[in-house]
């Protein structure tokens, strides 16, 4: 069926207040759901759907990627996009109107382009470079397994609701791990949440107001861009440049007054950083001068390779104005859905406040068990071996990189974490190189994600976690020929990344 006579007489009108991807979207929905475009039609590339309505080929990918999440499109792989079956209707009615229904909802480009390539199996055909997960290779079953044979007395009494706040044994046990890294605890200023997203969601609603200012760092974790853009916070950007430009970030602080600065100073997301222990430092005093809250996320920090990292910024929080996200996730496995809190006992108070209103209270199980491992102290012996694997992993990568990205690709060595953080020299943007990717059958997630202006970047986030050795060699090999089939030119420099994003 040739689609672009279908397409011949839909307009898009430049001047509407409705993006152009939307439109596109919407055109092809009503075509979809009337039958005039049939289940099992094959739509047009991208590049030609972009052609066709005079837009950018991002604006064409942005307009399937929500029709797959209305689900009348799907794309196979090789093959190209399709329309889906059509579902039989229940009632001789009218369905209902549930896009009419929703609530406006703030929409980036690339979220479910990234929400697919999570979702996608790392074992498989796929070599996926893109989630920053646990190899389930390393999941530590056999520990688990011995701590529910420790816990084999249950009360049943715990297997009812608890309180919001967490279940106060494993809260105890918790407070004394974070009092080995400095951290002054107590039980009373932990909250238990279902993985530190869950807690950065709470602090931001908590705490943000449709137009109040909020300064992260720039690159940032894509996660926290989305959740302040969805609060509606104006973003200020701190850029990278190897240490935190303090004197930009008191400018900040004295013209717009933000609620908040979001920072990861730990094996940062995307690019790997460390804040040195002066970096945190001068932070701290700066912050406390100015009354500065400050939300640490701090996942990675027990991943390290070479050295142990400098104390958490919460360690160090002299003025307490630090909420401090961690999570186990990372080091132990994604499933748990546990994480916590630490902050100032009325902050807990009142994001517990918030937090019952979603789902009264995190996993029973989970604290049950993980209070088990943490009272017989089996986390550091499980470390000390995903430290040593994740190592190998690293150093395989970049071993890759260095032989078959020479010159098409820079990058820093991580010290830790899951990432390394590439800068690609060749004339390809990283979207356009991940659609060669993604054909290739290896996945990447494109630096433009973590830019809060939605900006061009050269730059590109590759995990090395979730694959051993050999298959990220492949990988890597896969990503160097597409790289070589690239004209090479002088990285583009990034846009100004010090102005505030309003």
């Known amino acids: 069926m040739d689609t672009s006579k279908l397409f011949s007489n839909l307009k898009l009108d430049s001047m509407a207040n409705i993006p152009m991807y939307l439109q596109i979207a919407n055109c092809l929905t009503a075509k979809i759901t009337d039958g005039q475009i049939p289940s099992n039609t094959k739509l047009p590339p991208e590049r030609q759907l972009a052609e066709h309505f005079g837009v950018s080929r991002t604006t064409a990918i942005s307009a399937y990627r929500l029709l797959e999440e209305r689900g009348l499109i799907s794309t196979r792989m090789g093959s190209g996009t399709y329309v889906n079956q059509a579902e039989p209707s229940h009632s001789a009615g009218l369905s209902v109107p549930w896009e009419q229904l929703f609530i406006p909802q703030h929409y980036s480009p690339l979220a479910s382009l990234l929400r697919s390539l999570i979702a996608a199996p790392a074992a498989g055909e796929v070599i996926s470079m893109a989630a920053g997960l646990p190899d389930p290779a390393l999941y530590p079953v056999e520990l688990f397994e011995r701590a529910l044979h420790k816990n084999n007395r249950l009360d049943p009494a715990d297997l009812g609701h608890i309180p919001t706040e967490g279940y106060l044994p494993f809260k105890q046990a918790l407070s004394h791990w974070l009092q080995q890294g400095g951290i002054d605890a107590t039980p009373e200023t932990l909250l238990t949440v279902s993985g530190s997203q869950q807690g950065l969601y709470l602090a931001v609603k908590t705490l943000i107001e449709p137009r109040d200012y909020v300064i992260v760092e720039s690159p940032t974790y894509l996660g926290a861009i989305q959740i302040l853009e969805s609060a509606g916070a104006r973003i200020l950007c701190l850029p990278q440049s190897g240490s935190y430009d303090l004197g930009l970030l008191e400018d900040y602080l004295i013209r717009y007054r933000p609620k908040l600065f979001y920072t990861i100073p730990t094996f940062q997301n995307p690019s790997g950083r460390v804040a040195s222990l002066r970096e945190r430092q001068e932070l701290i005093a700066l912050a406390g001068r100015h009354r500065l809250p400050i939300i640490e996320d701090d996942p990675y920090s027990p991943i390290y390779f070479e050295q142990q990292p400098p104390p958490s910024l919460k360690a160090l929080d002299n003025y307490g104005g630090v909420i401090y996200l961690g999570t ?136 090395f976690s979730a694959h051993d050795p050999r298959r990220l060699q492949q990988g890597i090999a896969i990503l160097g020929k597409l790289l070589t089939a690239a004209p090479v030119h002088p990285a583009r420099p990034l846009p100004a990344a010090g102005r505030p994003i309003i």
């Not at 990205?405 to 820093?412: I, K, M, P, S, W």
């Not at 973590?450 to 900006?455: A, H, K, L, R, V």
């Open 328 to 463: 186990f996730s990372k080091i132990l496995f994604p499933g748990l859905r546990l994480g916590w809190i630490a902050a100032p006992q009325a902050v807990i108070h009142r994001l517990a406040l918030e937090k019952q209103y979603i789902d009264l209270h995190s996993n029973n199980m989970s604290q049950l068990i993980l209070q088990k491992c943490l009272e017989e102290d089996y986390l550091p012996q499980h470390l000390k071996r995903i430290r040593a694997e994740y190592k190998k992993r690293r150093d395989a990568m970049a071993r890759a990189l260095n032989q078959y990205c020479r010159g098409q690709l820079t990058f820093e060595p991580a010290s830790g974490g899951f990432y390394l953080w590439c800068k690609i020299q060749a004339a390809l943007s990283p979207s356009e190189l991940l659609h060669q990717a993604t054909a290739a059958g290896i996945s990447f997630v494109p630096g433009e994600a973590f830019y809060t202006n939605g900006s061009a970047s050269q730059e590109i986030r590759l995990s």
